[in-house]
């Protein structure tokens, strides 16, 4: 043990410092890895202003006691060397926590981590807010949070923008602070009688699709709207004016509910954690903790093999959503828009995939790195955030969407990563639901005209993997006033009528 003396505290810190800069970053690393005591130690004092030594992390569970002098303060432990949890990255968040005698948490600290939103999207503040919220909660508290409050339960506010990576937050403090408490004897046993079958306890997942009981039943009604409009499309398309009140009545849902209220949007940022999560191993559980997301994944999944990409980019993206309102928005004030090229377009068209490369191959080597360069992706600040985010981020976003009333969706079209992601398995959908004529393209390009991505070839094959599925191509389809091959039947049809009509008013004459 170190003596008891005021100099000798800032010695210990010193010498931990000076180690770092001595070393480097990857030495710095190896020396903390391979000495958990000196890397807790600068926290540890902080976390007991009194205490001036450590001792080493020993028991099972593991944890090191924390002294002033000879007398006992407390205990410090790394969470993921007690329950390494995983979180949305799939690894645990390597976390130090402080208790005293009493099983009173005296401080918290995230030393390492390679959680994707906590390095962007996440202020410190708000980090340094939630992490403070767990000073002075007691072992044997359970906590929850947000929702309403649950008899037994302590509520906390989450993380805004970061729902999972919270609850596992959560979970990665409270259970291993309970386990280490009940095993050094610091909580009684009418204390414990709730908390100490730690096995027993309901996985977080559970508690998160209880808790969204209210969101997940709206979400189930809108997909189920949302496939009854795909499955009935030649319907609806004879019906255009229901159609479209279907359509942007949708995206206003999708804008609102599926977005702002609920959070709930995708991002290449999932699809990169599925992957490393494949790689590294899997675990159902980490992508089961949002219910929201998880529902959402899988209605994606199965209506790519169906119907392609389109169906999420067209109708389930809050952010594609927002651009084509705005778009609408500026028709209606007689704002012209402007479309490049087709050489252009096409060419443009590529951006987005070599984005989506680029950041996958960044994700092989950091996952946490990834994601501050996926914030090519405005999502998080206008969708989860509310814009209520550093001013470039928020210049950045609403100069998309600005551009949106001129170019329509022009960041879906060229720019994200996440459409780009999404077109690899659209190559194995199994039916092809949108109907064609073989006058389109030869001569006709009324649909390629009006299409809204411009995904119709000059030669009129409909392109599958940029359709965003908005079914107007479907409707001018079955229009006997538009469609030019059902124009000229229409007409031959008028005209042997009109024929009839005159030869029949002839012969009763």
Same mark, same amino acid.
């Given at each position: 043990?170190?003596?008891?003396?005021?100099?000798?505290?800032?010695?210990?810190?010193?010498?931990?410092?000076?180690?770092?800069?001595?070393?480097?970053?990857?030495?710095?690393?190896?020396?903390?890895?391979?000495?958990?005591?000196?890397?807790?130690?600068?926290?540890?004092?902080?976390?007991?202003?009194?205490?001036?030594?450590?001792?080493?992390?020993?028991?099972?569970?593991?944890?090191?006691?924390?002294?002033?002098?000879?007398?006992?303060?407390?205990?410090?432990?790394?969470?993921?060397?007690?329950?390494?949890?995983?979180?949305?990255?799939?690894?645990?968040?390597?976390?130090?926590?402080?208790?005293?005698?009493?099983?009173?948490?005296?401080?918290?600290?995230?030393?390492?981590?390679?959680?994707?939103?906590?390095?962007?999207?996440?202020?410190?503040?708000?980090?340094?807010?939630?992490?403070?919220?767990?000073?002075?909660?007691?072992?044997?508290?359970?906590?929850?949070?947000?929702?309403?409050?649950?008899?037994?339960?302590?509520?906390?506010?989450?993380?805004?923008?970061?729902?999972?990576?919270?609850?596992?937050?959560?979970?990665?403090?409270?259970?291993?602070?309970?386990?280490?408490?009940?095993?050094?004897?610091? %909580?009684?046993?009418?204390? /414990?009688?709730?908390?100490?079958?730690?096995?027993?306890?309901?996985?977080?997942?559970?508690?998160?699709?209880?808790?969204?009981?209210?969101?997940?039943?709206?979400?189930?009604?809108?997909?189920?709207?949302?496939?009854?409009?795909?499955?009935?499309?030649?319907?609806?398309?004879?019906?255009?004016?229901?159609?479209?009140?279907?359509?942007?009545?949708?995206?206003?849902?999708?804008?609102?509910?599926?977005?702002?209220?609920?959070?709930?949007?995708?991002?290449?940022?999932?699809?990169?954690?599925?992957?490393?999560?494949?790689?590294?191993?899997?675990?159902?559980?980490?992508?089961?903790?949002?219910?929201?997301?998880?529902?959402?994944?899988?209605?994606?999944?199965?209506?790519?093999?169906?119907?392609?990409?389109?169906?999420?980019?067209?109708?389930?993206?809050?952010?594609?959503?927002?651009?084509?309102?705005?778009?609408?928005?500026?028709?209606?004030?007689?704002?012209?828009?402007?479309?490049?090229?087709?050489?252009?377009?096409?060419?443009?068209?590529?951006?987005?995939?070599?984005?989506?490369?680029?950041?996958?191959?960044?994700?092989?080597?950091?996952?946490?790195?990834?994601?501050?360069?996926?914030?090519?992706?405005?999502?998080?600040?206008?969708?989860?955030?509310?814009?209520?985010?550093?001013?470039?981020?928020?210049?950045?976003?609403?100069?998309?969407?600005?551009?949106? %009333?001129?170019?329509?969706?022009?960041?879906?079209?060229?720019?994200?990563?996440?459409?780009?992601?999404?077109?690899?398995?659209?190559?194995?959908?199994?039916?092809?639901?949108?109907?064609?004529?073989?006058?389109?393209?030869?001569?006709?390009?009324?649909?390629?005209?009006?299409?809204?991505?411009?995904?119709?070839?000059?030669?009129?094959?409909?392109?599958?993997?940029?359709?965003?599925?908005?079914?107007?191509?479907?409707?001018?389809?079955?229009?006997?006033?538009?469609?030019?091959?059902?124009?000229?039947?229409?007409?031959?049809?008028?005209?042997?009528? /009109?024929?009839?009509?005159?030869?029949?008013?002839?012969?009763?004459?």
């Amino acid at each position: 043990m170190f003596m008891n003396t005021q100099p000798c505290r800032s010695y210990l810190v010193c010498i931990v410092v000076i180690s770092c800069l001595l070393f480097g970053t990857a030495d710095a690393n190896t020396f903390t890895k391979n000495n958990p005591v000196a890397e807790a130690t600068p926290f540890a004092l902080q976390f007991f202003p009194a205490a001036d030594n450590l001792g080493p992390f020993e028991g099972e569970p593991e944890s090191a006691a924390v002294y002033q002098g000879k007398r006992l303060l407390g205990y410090v432990f790394f969470t993921d060397h007690v329950m390494p949890i995983p979180a949305y990255s799939g690894k645990p968040i390597h976390t130090l926590v402080g208790f005293d005698l009493s099983g009173k948490i005296t401080g918290v600290e995230i030393v390492k981590h390679q959680e994707p939103i906590l390095l962007a999207g996440v202020s410190e503040q708000d980090l340094s807010d939630f992490k403070n919220q767990y000073l002075g909660l007691n072992a044997g508290n359970r906590v929850q949070l947000g929702g309403s409050g649950r008899e037994g339960y302590v509520t906390l506010d989450g993380i805004s923008g970061a729902t999972i990576t919270a609850m596992v937050l959560n979970a990665t403090i409270m259970k291993p602070l309970r386990k280490i408490a009940i095993s050094r004897g610091l %909580i009684g046993e009418g204390a /414990t009688q709730h908390t100490a079958d730690l096995e027993a306890e309901e996985p977080i997942w559970v508690y998160a699709w209880r808790d969204k009981t209210f969101q997940i039943i709206v979400l189930l009604i809108g997909l189920s709207l949302l496939l009854f409009i795909l499955i009935f499309q030649d319907w609806l398309a004879h019906h255009p004016s229901l159609l479209i009140y279907l359509r942007y009545g949708y995206l206003v849902y999708t804008v609102i509910f599926i977005g702002w209220y609920s959070l709930a949007q995708l991002s290449i940022v999932n699809v990169l954690t599925f992957t490393s999560s494949v790689i590294h191993g899997f675990s159902w559980e980490t992508f089961m903790i949002d219910p929201m997301m998880f529902i959402l994944w899988t209605f994606v999944a199965m209506t790519i093999l169906l119907w392609g990409r389109g169906v999420y980019c067209g109708w389930l993206c809050p952010f594609g959503a927002i651009q084509e309102i705005v778009y609408k928005l500026g028709e209606k004030l007689g704002i012209r828009s402007y479309e490049f090229p087709v050489v252009v377009h096409e060419r443009l068209w590529a951006i987005k995939y070599l984005i989506m490369l680029g950041l996958f191959g960044l994700s092989l080597q950091s996952l946490a790195q990834a994601e501050v360069f996926s914030e090519i992706e405005p999502f998080k600040t206008a969708v989860t955030l509310h814009f209520q985010r550093e001013w470039g981020y928020v210049v950045y976003a609403a100069g998309l969407i600005l551009i949106s %009333i001129w170019n329509r969706k022009f960041y879906c079209r060229y720019l994200c990563p996440l459409g780009a992601a999404l077109t690899f398995p659209s190559k194995f959908k199994i039916f092809d639901w949108l109907r064609r004529r073989k006058e389109c393209g030869r001569p006709c390009q009324t649909c390629r005209t009006e299409c809204e991505v411009g995904a119709i070839r000059l030669t009129g094959e409909i392109i599958s993997q940029e359709c965003h599925y908005c079914l107007d191509c479907q409707v001018t389809y079955w229009n006997d006033k538009k469609c030019p091959p059902l124009v000229d039947k229409r007409k031959r049809q008028e005209k042997r009528k /009109t024929l009839k009509e005159t030869v029949a008013s002839t012969n009763s004459k």
